[in-house]
C-alpha cells in the first residue's frame, strides 16, 4: 500500500449510490486487465445519501479505494481537483461515476499514453440519453468556448481524461478557486490527443447538473479562459458613439432646412432610455462576473474542506470518528 500505484482513477461523487457498486465493479475489471497497480480515489462532494457509507465499505474491504469525505458540496470541479491532489500514480484519470464515461476507454487512454503523449482526453462523439436542451447547450457551450478562448480547448470534451503526472503536478500546482479543468489542461501544454467515445445515459440516477450550475460553470468557462466579453463593450461604445455623431447633422438638417419638427416623442425616448439601460446593466453584469472572482482570489480561502478521509495511510476515519478538518495541500495528500 506505501508503494505508488502506476493508475490513479479520480472519481467526483454526489450522490451516487445507485452506482457505486457497478463503478467499482467495471473499473476494477478494466484495470486488473492491465496487470499493474492502480487506486480508486473518491471524492464524496457532500453527497446526502448513503454514497459515503458505500464508499467507506469498499475501502474497508479494497485497500485500492480511497475516499476524500468534503464537509459539504462544494461542486464537481472542486471535487475532481480535490481528488487531483490526493493521487500518488504515474498516469491518472478522471471519470464520471455515472458511467457514462465508459471506463473499457481507460485501455485506450494508456496505449496512447505509452506511445508517449501526455494528456488523452475523450471526445464525445455522439451523446445518448440527454435532453434536447442539454444536448443543445452543450454543443453551443464548447463552440462557444472554442471561438472566443485564448487557449485551444478541444471541442466536445469533458472531464473524462488521462493526464500524466507531470501536467497532474502543473495542474496542482494552480491555486485558481472556479475552475475549468478542461481549461486548465489545455492551458498547461504538453502533448495532447483524443480518443472518441459514445456517451451512454446514466446507470442511474439524475443529472447533478442543475442549469443554475451549468450557468456558473459557463461563466466559469469564459471568465478563466477569455477577455472577449470585456473587449465587446468597445465595439457597443463605438457603434452607438457613431450613431450619436451622425444623428446630430442629421436632426439639424431635418429640422433646419426641411422644416420637421422633431420626430418621436415621449415614447420614443422611453424606448431608447429602457435599451441603453438594459445595454448598460449587461455590462455591468459581465464586469461584476470578473470583479467577483477577483475577489475570490483575494480572499485565499482554501478551494475546499475535507472532513475525513479514508484508505489513506494514517488517516483512517472510525464510524463516529469526531471530524478532522483539513484545508486542501496544493501537492500530493494522503
Ligand atoms: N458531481 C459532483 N458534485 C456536484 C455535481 C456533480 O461531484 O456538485 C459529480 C457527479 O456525481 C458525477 C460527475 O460529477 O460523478 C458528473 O456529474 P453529472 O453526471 O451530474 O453531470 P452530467 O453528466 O449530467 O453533465
Ligand atoms: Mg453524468
Redesign the pocket.
Known amino acids: 500500500m506505501s508503494q505508488k500505484p502506476r493508475y490513479s482513477i479520480v472519481?467526483?461523487?454526489?450522490?451516487?449510490e445507485g452506482n457505486i457498486a457497478r463503478l467499482y465493479e467495471r473499473i476494477t475489471k478494466v484495470l486488473e486487465s492491465t496487470g499493474e497497480t492502480w487506486e480508486l480515489v473518491t471524492?464524496n462532494?457532500g453527497s446526502r445519501d448513503k454514497s459515503f457509507e458505500l464508499l467507506t465499505e469498499l475501502a474497508h474491504k479494497d485497500h485500492r479505494i480511497k475516499v476524500v469525505n468534503f464537509a459539504r458540496?462544494f461542486?464537481?470541479q472542486l471535487?475532481v481537483t480535490a481528488g487531483l491532489h490526493h493521487t500518488s500514480g504515474d498516469a491518472v484519470i478522471i471519470i464520471?461515476?455515472?458511467l457514462?464515461d465508459p471506463p473499457e476507454l481507460i485501455l485506450d487512454m494508456i496505449e496512447r499514453w505509452k506511445a508517449g503523449y501526455h494528456v488523452v482526453y475523450a471526445v464525445r462523439q455522439e451523446r445518448k440519453g440527454e435532453s434536447w436542451f442539454?444536448l443543445l447547450t452543450a454543443k453551443l457551450f464548447y463552440r462557444i468556448i472554442y471561438r472566443i478562448t485564448d487557449v485551444d480547448i478541444p471541442l466536445d470534451t469533458g472531464d473524462f481524461r488521462l493526464m500524466d503526472r507531470k501536467v497532474v503536478d502543473a495542474l496542482n500546482s494552480m491555486p485558481e478557486h472556479n475552475r475549468f479543468i478542461r481549461g486548465l489542461t489545455s492551458w498547461i501544454g504538453f502533448k495532447q490527443t483524443g480518443v472518441t467515445y459514445v456517451r451512454e445515459a446514466?446507470e442511474w440516477g439524475e443529472?447533478?447538473?442543475p442549469l443554475k450550475?451549468m450557468v456558473r460553470f459557463a461563466m466559469d468557462a469564459v471568465t478563466g479562459f477569455s477577455y472577449f466579453p470585456l473587449q465587446i463593450m468597445v465595439y457597443v461604445s463605438l457603434i452607438l458613439g457613431v450613431l450619436a455623431v451622425l444623428a446630430i447633422p442629421i436632426i439639424a438638417i431635418l429640422r433646419l432646412i426641411l422644416g420637421f419638427q422633431f420626430l418621436g416623442g415621449q415614447v420614443t425616448n422611453i424606448v431608447l432610455l429602457l435599451l441603453l439601460s438594459s445595454f448598460q446593466l449587461f455590462f455591468l453584469f459581465i464586469m461584476g462576473q470578473y470583479v467577483a472572482r477577483i475577489y475570490d482570489e483575494s480572499r485565499r480561502r482554501p478551494l475546499y474542506i475535507v472532513a475525513d478521509k479514508v484508505g489513506f495511510e494514517g488517516n483512517d476515519a472510525q464510524a463516529g470518528h469526531p471530524v478532522k478538518q483539513s484545508v486542501a495541500e496544493p501537492e500530493a495528500g494522503g
Open positions: 472519481a467526483p461523487i454526489y450522490n451516487e471524492v462532494d458540496n461542486g464537481h471535487a464520471d461515476a455515472d457514462q442539454k446514466r443529472t447533478k447538473y450550475k
